[in-house]
């Protein structure tokens, strides 16, 4: 979906360096999230944002951490990259549930595949 | 949020309905069952959802049986570029995560 962007599509990167990696969106919506998938996996969260003041950790974020720089940016850090995190991340965004005419339904980027040697 | 059950993968000729299953034998009253697909390590795509009652829009049907412990999603006429994994997820609407599992492989062939 051309509404949610994420650089760079393609990165390769050396244990222990640290690596942003970052999400823009023009679709208006307050929620924003990061998600990681493995190979043969289904999508696992890392870090979810509500607004720019709400930040709140998923399933899985050690190693990780995020920056809500405005309601249309949010990225992902990783501090000192390594092995393991060779993964494709994908960012996602949704409406705000309980308002009138949304379906909070979340829309996702086009990946960002990481791969850490 | 309720755990999900999907078969592995499934096959279905162009132009033929795929009926995709999905047990949610755990599922609670307030949670909704909703369908995502992810086309070869694109970014997931949003399909479709429901509670309760039967649901369709331009891209598919779902079907959730009266119990609500399991439901079909149906692509009534497949084309080659349905060729996707699918994914059942259930989840509150209070809440923001989704959980996704392995999904079903589908394969549409000509």
């Known amino acids: 979906d051309a509404d949610v962007t994420q650089t760079p599509r393609n990165r390769i990167t050396k244990t222990g360096k640290r690596i942003m990696l970052e999400c823009s969106q023009t679709k208006g919506h307050d929620r924003m999230y990061w998600y990681r998938q493995d190979p043969g996996l289904g999508l696992r969260l890392i870090y979810y944002s509500f607004d720019v003041k709400d930040i709140n950790k998923g399933e899985i974020s050690d190693g990780y951490s995020v920056s809500r720089q405005a309601q249309a940016k949010f990225s992902l850090s990783l501090e000192s990259a390594i092995p393991n995190q060779t993964a494709l991340y994908f960012c996602?965004?949704?409406?705000?549930?309980?308002?009138?005419?949304?379906?909070?339904?979340?829309?996702f980027g086009p990946g960002t595949r990481l791969t850490v040697l | 949020d309720a755990k999900t059950t999907q078969p592995t993968s499934m096959d279905c000729a162009e132009g033929r309905a795929a009926n995709l299953p999905c047990n949610h034998s755990?599922?609670?009253?307030?949670?909704?069952v909703y369908w995502y697909r992810q086309i070869h390590s694109q970014g997931p795509q949003y399909i479709i959802h429901?509670?309760?009652n039967n649901e369709t829009n331009e891209m598919a049907s779902l079907i959730i049986t009266e119990d609500r412990k399991s439901s079909t999603l149906i692509l009534p006429h497949a084309t080659l570029r349905d060729t996707a994994v699918y994914y059942c997820?259930?989840?509150?609407?209070?809440?923001?995560?989704?959980?996704f599992g392995t999904g079903t492989r589908l394969q549409v062939f000509p």
């Open positions: 997820i259930t989840r509150s609407y209070n809440t923001d995560k989704l959980i």
């Open positions: 996602a965004t949704s409406d705000d549930h309980g308002l009138a005419g949304t379906t909070d339904t979340q829309y």
């Open positions: 429901g509670l309760k």
């Open positions: 755990t599922i609670s009253g307030n949670e909704y």
